[in-house]
């Protein structure tokens, strides 16, 4: 392992030299190239990584390093065969680093697990098809299966597994969605009637300001970067706040600006940055209200105009007294102990925000993943009711999802609580009455095969043992099931915790050309900006025994309940069928095989952004609460006397999501290692530990199970004293099932109680996601 501090800008050469060593590792490179050319172009496809969206502006390079690392990863020539687990028992694969077993390529047959031999072997489609209707005809309710999703499934695959699972009869969706961006979606919906981002792409070339919350671009979704570098160039004031100090929001390089890549130059992204505590940005927020309101009483006292949008609040709001009464009664101690920021500092962010005419507030997971994450992004709305910054160009509110069609499938109808408009839609386009009781979402489903309540498990997509909470109860979850399903691109960490039977089921890629009936389909994502446009394989490889998303689910189903409520296999011949099915079941899609082939696809809308609000009053909600007691609730800090540290769990810069792609984490100047933890130096010197010592890390939740991980490297780090930060899926064995956000059920990933001691060596007992 080697620390060596990264003084560069994100993005330049590093970006480069990284696109070009994982095109070489794919062993695909002239291929791979013409690909990338291809990626999220009209006629193309869609980069199976983040989900930010497109500019009109045509540009010949549309892809950033990560999306360049999705492609060769996916593209690659590798092939995990039927012969490949023959030769390696499941209880071998375990050993293995994640980062190997993805490392190995695509799969390409469907394989059953073998206990006799705990091998996986050779199944056909039929067979396979025939052993999941089985065990879920012989289920005595419907509700005994859980049907998970990754957000990278299509709207065809997604629409088409809803309808099967809703047909079927249950609303059993736990999805990814319920691990990340849950609290955005419930919190925005309540405040303004609609779970999506207000914004469209273009709204960040009118901004004066852009607020971003709790998000590292330059790794989780770089092409964002190039949005603010033009953003920031034109004079837009970006403020960041971000607990750790990331190289992305400070200074980025263009790769595709032959100026700045010939000067070694660069563009700074951040006007001001700000490093909150963990969980602290409530605070920020409530105390940049109470600057404000400072400042429209001053206003107010000479004679002038409120700074307020009066207007606007009256036509179309309701609770702000309410609101304002209780920003009055926060004191500034409180807010800024919480917020770990002076009052200067936040009013520093205020005078910004005042003096911007149009305000965009974008946020990710370091918001998501906290408790109270649901109230804090009420506290960011009510800000931006207050000034009236939704509903006008060049502002609004802008959650920057995952996956890139996680969106997507909600509104396709992955949702353990879909709304009755929905159920009555399906019921009424299909004929059949569909459950409307609500389903199991991540951690209920988790709990439910642990119980003995559920006995299937199929996953579209994900590695789900990886992605969820508390890696040992997960584990024990899916493989105390009677069967499990998985439908991957590629060998995970999940495929080998099975149920007592067990089916991999090999999927095609973004990248791969998906022949139905002879001709080339195309599926169609929905991107973070409520944008859904068509995303078309490029590659003719072998594809071996692969079959599409669609193709598999449709198989699914029709084992399982024949030719209803549709022809399951007549209408996986042509996609087209299977979106006229969408347009006669969801509003916005109508005419929508049409629309996806005008370029960039079509708009669906959003009707906050309309400033209809879809609310029981019909009005924009100001929300209500009282900053958290403790950040750090003072019962799981007298847990223990040695210092206790606040931890979130993180991706490095060579990931996305669960997938590593390598072992360097360049931008943090990290390389050859996982098993790190990001402290402050002084936290370090108080610890009387020393930079680059080994030490275990254990989670105090004050419920008598022992949580901990094992041989974690300590390095100095640019973090708030009291914090700190790690690799999942290393550290989520540390994620407590019941550690969950108010109203989201979200895992709180993002402050999780620990503490630090000098690493037991030799110790018989090891990190079970060990890389």
Same mark, same amino acid.
């Given at each position: 392992?080697?620390?060596?501090?990264?003084?560069?800008?994100?993005?330049?050469w590093g970006?480069?030299?990284?696109?070009?060593?994982?095109?070489?590792?794919?062993?695909?490179?002239t291929?791979?190239?013409?690909?990338?050319?291809?990626?999220?172009?009209?006629?193309? @496809?869609d980069?199976?990584?983040?989900?930010?969206?497109?500019?009109?502006?045509?540009?010949?390079?549309?892809?950033?390093e990560?999306?360049?690392?999705?492609?060769?990863?996916?593209?690659?020539?590798?092939?995990?065969?039927p012969?490949?687990?023959?030769q390696?028992?499941?209880?071998?694969?375990?050993?293995?680093?994640?980062?190997?077993?993805?490392?190995?390529?695509?799969?390409?047959?469907?394989?059953?697990?073998?206990?006799?031999?705990?091998?996986?072997?050779?199944?056909?489609?039929?067979d396979?098809f025939?052993?999941?209707?089985?065990?879920?005809?012989?289920?005595?309710?419907?509700?005994?299966?859980? @049907?998970?999703?990754?957000?990278?499934?299509?709207? !065809?695959?997604?629409?088409?597994?809803?309808?099967?699972?809703?047909?079927?009869?249950s609303?059993?969706?736990?999805?990814?969605?319920?691990?990340?961006h849950?609290?955005?979606?419930?919190?925005?919906?309540?405040?303004?009637?609609?779970?999506?981002?207000?914004?469209?792409?273009?709204?960040?070339?009118?901004?004066?300001?852009?607020?971003?919350?709790?998000?590292?671009?330059?790794?989780?979704h770089p092409?964002?970067?190039?949005?603010?570098?033009?953003?920031?160039?034109?004079?837009?004031?970006?403020?960041s706040?971000?607990?750790?100090k990331?190289?992305?929001?400070?200074?980025f390089?263009?790769?595709?600006s032959?100026?700045?890549?010939?000067?070694?130059?660069?563009?700074?992204? &951040?006007?001001?940055?700000?490093?909150p505590?963990?969980?602290?940005?409530?605070?920020?927020?409530?105390?940049?209200?109470?600057a404000?309101?400072?400042?429209?009483?001053?206003?107010? $006292?000479?004679?002038?105009?409120?700074i307020?949008?009066?207007?606007?609040?009256?036509?179309?709001?309701?609770?702000?007294?309410?609101?304002?009464?209780?920003?009055?009664?926060?004191?500034?101690? !409180?807010?800024?102990?919480?917020?770990?920021?002076?009052?200067?500092?936040?009013?520093?962010?205020?005078?910004?925000?005042?003096?911007?005419?149009?305000?965009?507030?974008?946020?990710?997971m370091?918001?998501?993943?906290?408790?109270?994450?649901?109230?804090?992004?009420?506290?960011?709305?009510?800000?931006?009711?207050?000034?009236?910054?939704?509903?006008?160009?060049?502002?609004?509110?802008c959650?920057?999802?995952?996956?890139?069609?996680?969106?997507?499938?909600?509104?396709?109808?992955?949702?353990e609580?879909?709304? $009755?408009s929905?159920?009555?839609?399906?019921?009424?386009?299909?004929?059949?009455?569909?459950?409307? !009781?609500?389903?199991?979402?991540?951690?209920?489903?988790?709990?439910?095969?642990?119980?003995g309540?559920?006995?299937?498990?199929?996953?579209?997509?994900?590695?789900?043992?990886?992605a969820?909470?508390?890696?040992?109860?997960?584990?024990?979850?899916?493989? &105390?099931?009677?069967?499990?399903?998985?439908?991957?691109?590629?060998?995970?960490?999940?495929?080998?915790?099975?149920?007592?039977?067990?089916?991999?089921?090999?999927?095609?890629?973004?990248?791969?050309?998906?022949?139905?009936?002879?001709?080339?389909?195309?599926v169609?994502?929905?991107?973070?900006?409520?944008?859904?446009?068509?995303?078309?394989?490029?590659?003719?490889?072998?594809?071996?025994?692969?079959?599409?998303?669609?193709?598999?689910?449709?198989?699914?189903?029709?084992?399982?309940?024949?030719?209803?409520?549709?022809?399951?296999?007549?209408?996986?011949?042509?996609?087209?069928?299977?979106?006229?099915?969408i347009?006669?079941?969801?509003p916005g899609?109508?005419?929508?095989n049409?629309?996806?082939?005008?370029?960039?696809?079509?708009?669906?809308?959003?009707?906050?952004?309309?400033?209809?609000?879809?609310?029981?009053?019909?009005?924009?909600?100001?929300?209500?609460?009282?900053l958290?007691?403790?950040?750090l609730?003072?019962?799981?800090?007298?847990?223990?006397?040695?210092?206790? @540290?606040v931890?979130?769990?993180?991706?490095?810069?060579?990931?996305?999501?669960?997938?590593?792609?390598?072992?360097?984490?360049?931008?943090?100047?990290?390389?050859?290692?996982?098993?790190?933890?990001?402290?402050?130096h002084?936290?370090?010197?108080?610890?009387g530990?020393?930079?680059?010592?080994?030490?275990?890390?254990?989670?105090?939740?004050?419920?008598?199970?022992?949580?901990?991980?094992?041989?974690?490297?300590?390095?100095?780090? !640019?973090?708030?004293?009291?914090?700190?930060? $790690?690799?999942?899926?290393?550290?989520?064995?540390?994620?407590?099932?019941?550690?969950?956000g108010?109203?989201?059920?979200?895992?709180?990933s993002?402050?999780?109680?620990?503490?630090?001691?000098?690493?037991?060596?030799?110790s018989?007992?090891?990190?079970?996601?060990?890389?």
């Amino acid at each position: 392992m080697t620390i060596k501090k990264y003084d560069g800008s994100a993005g330049g050469w590093g970006a480069l030299l990284s696109t070009t060593k994982h095109l070489i590792k794919s062993e695909n490179v002239t291929t791979n190239i013409k690909t990338l050319l291809k990626t999220n172009q009209d006629h193309g @496809f869609d980069c199976p990584g983040c989900a930010w969206g497109e500019s009109e502006e045509r540009s010949r390079f549309r892809f950033c390093e990560n999306g360049a690392k999705a492609v060769n990863w996916e593209a690659t020539s590798r092939r995990v065969t039927p012969a490949f687990f023959q030769q390696h028992p499941v209880s071998w694969l375990k050993e293995q680093s994640d980062y190997y077993l993805e490392y190995q390529g695509r799969l390409n047959h469907p394989v059953q697990y073998n206990p006799a031999t705990d091998c996986y072997q050779a199944v056909s489609w039929q067979d396979a098809f025939a052993l999941i209707a089985k065990h879920l005809n012989a289920l005595e309710s419907p509700n005994q299966a859980e @049907f998970y999703t990754s957000g990278r499934a299509s709207n !065809e695959a997604a629409f088409l597994y809803q309808l099967f699972v809703r047909k079927f009869g249950s609303n059993n969706f736990p999805d990814c969605s319920n691990m990340c961006h849950e609290a955005s979606g419930i919190g925005m919906k309540q405040a303004i009637g609609v779970g999506k981002g207000t914004v469209k792409m273009s709204d960040f070339e009118h901004a004066d300001a852009i607020f971003v919350f709790g998000q590292n671009p330059g790794t989780n979704h770089p092409r964002m970067l190039d949005t603010l570098r033009e953003a920031s160039r034109r004079g837009a004031a970006i403020v960041s706040f971000n607990t750790l100090k990331e190289r992305g929001l400070e200074r980025f390089t263009n790769p595709q600006s032959p100026k700045e890549m010939l000067t070694d130059g660069s563009t700074q992204i &951040s006007q001001c940055y700000f490093m909150p505590k963990l969980g602290g940005d409530m605070a920020v927020v409530r105390g940049m209200v109470k600057a404000l309101s400072v400042i429209n009483e001053a206003q107010l $006292a000479a004679g002038e105009e409120s700074i307020f949008d009066l207007a606007f609040i009256a036509e179309h709001t309701q609770g702000l007294a309410q609101y304002l009464d209780a920003v009055q009664a926060t004191p500034w101690h !409180e807010i800024t102990e919480q917020a770990g920021l002076s009052q200067s500092e936040i009013e520093q962010a205020a005078t910004i925000y005042y003096q911007s005419k149009r305000v965009i507030i974008t946020w990710a997971m370091g918001i998501t993943q906290h408790k109270h994450s649901v109230n804090t992004i009420q506290e960011i709305t009510n800000l931006q009711l207050l000034f009236g910054q939704i509903g006008k160009q060049g502002a609004g509110l802008c959650p920057v999802r995952g996956h890139s069609n996680v969106q997507g499938d909600r509104t396709m109808g992955i949702d353990e609580k879909p709304p $009755a408009s929905f159920i009555d839609n399906i019921s009424q386009a299909f004929d059949f009455k569909a459950p409307s !009781e609500p389903g199991h979402n991540t951690v209920e489903a988790i709990k439910a095969m642990l119980a003995g309540q559920s006995k299937v498990f199929i996953g579209l997509g994900g590695n789900f043992a990886a992605a969820a909470p508390e890696t040992a109860l997960t584990e024990q979850a899916l493989a &105390s099931c009677h069967l499990t399903v998985n439908i991957a691109t590629k060998l995970n960490r999940t495929h080998l915790i099975h149920g007592k039977d067990a089916l991999i089921l090999p999927c095609l890629g973004r990248t791969d050309v998906d022949l139905q009936a002879g001709k080339p389909q195309s599926v169609t994502v929905e991107d973070s900006f409520s944008m859904v446009h068509a995303s078309a394989g490029v590659i003719e490889s072998d594809i071996g025994e692969m079959r599409s998303e669609p193709a598999i689910i449709a198989g699914i189903a029709e084992a399982t309940l024949s030719k209803q409520p549709i022809d399951w296999s007549w209408v996986i011949e042509d996609y087209d069928r299977i979106r006229t099915l969408i347009a006669k079941a969801i509003p916005g899609f109508n005419d929508m095989n049409n629309k996806i082939k005008q370029p960039g696809g079509f708009y669906l809308g959003n009707s906050a952004a309309d400033k209809q609000w879809q609310t029981a009053s019909k009005k924009a909600q100001f929300m209500t609460h009282d900053l958290p007691t403790h950040l750090l609730p003072a019962n799981l800090r007298a847990l223990s006397k040695d210092p206790v @540290f606040v931890l979130q769990t993180m991706r490095s810069h060579d990931q996305y999501n669960t997938t590593i792609y390598g072992f360097d984490d360049r931008y943090r100047g990290v390389y050859g290692e996982r098993k790190v933890i990001f402290v402050n130096h002084n936290d370090i010197s108080a610890l009387g530990f020393e930079n680059g010592q080994l030490v275990d890390v254990e989670a105090l939740w004050g419920d008598g199970v022992e949580r901990k991980v094992y041989g974690f490297k300590l390095v100095e780090y !640019e973090i708030p004293e009291g914090n700190i930060a $790690a690799y999942f899926p290393e550290t989520n064995p540390l994620v407590s099932i019941d550690g969950k956000g108010d109203l989201s059920d979200t895992p709180i990933s993002k402050a999780i109680p620990v503490i630090l001691s000098t690493a037991v060596l030799n110790s018989n007992r090891v990190d079970i996601t060990l890389n």
